[in-house]
């Protein structure tokens, strides 16, 4: 083998094995992706009991219930249509009705969305750019101007994320 030919397959070597475990994190990353979702996505694509997926809107307002230990149920909304979530654990700080949660977790077989995780918005300016979406395309968003999920935070300065 003359040394070209090595080099050559050094490289194609290098190549296929490098394909390779970028197709297996790829793979391995796939399970582990959890796709946003509004209310009126999951109204519309029916809920898959089991399935992990994110679930964002606002907290309905009268919706809060909490219940012995640590478990409180709300309604999260996009104003066009409601799913009812239910968690166990402390909630951020900033988890309030009225406000922009994202929660992730799975429905059961009542079509009851279980929490694992509960992520509320970091500042009175911010709205997640999936939530502002689905706030414009139900005819309900209240923010000023398109709000792409751009915090208007003085510290950071205005466009940017902190």
Do not use: C
Not at 80 to 102: H, K, M, N, W
Not at 111 to 131: C, G, Q, R, S
Request: aromatic residues 8%.
């Amino acid at each position: 083998m003359t040394k070209k030919q090595k080099r050559t397959s050094y490289i194609l070597g290098g190549l296929l094995l490098l394909g390779a475990i970028v197709s297996l994190m790829l793979f391995a990353l796939s399970e582990n992706i959890a796709y946003f979702n509004s209310p009126s996505d999951i109204v519309e694509k029916g809920a898959v009991p089991g399935e992990r997926i994110r679930l964002g809107g606002m907290v309905a307002e009268d919706s809060v219930k909490r219940g012995e230990d640590a478990l409180i149920t709300f309604d999260v909304t996009d104003f066009a249509e409601t799913v009812s979530v239910t968690y166990r654990g402390l909630v951020p700080d900033l988890f309030r009705e009225g406000q922009g949660v994202i929660v992730e977790g799975a429905f059961n077989n009542s079509n009851l969305f279980i929490a694992d995780t509960v992520l509320a918005k970091h500042d009175e300016n911010y709205t997640p750019p999936e939530v502002t979406d689905a706030l414009k395309r139900a005819g309900d968003w209240q923010g000023e101007g398109d709000a792409k999920g751009v915090s208007h935070d003085k510290k950071y300065g205005e466009g940017s994320y902190p």
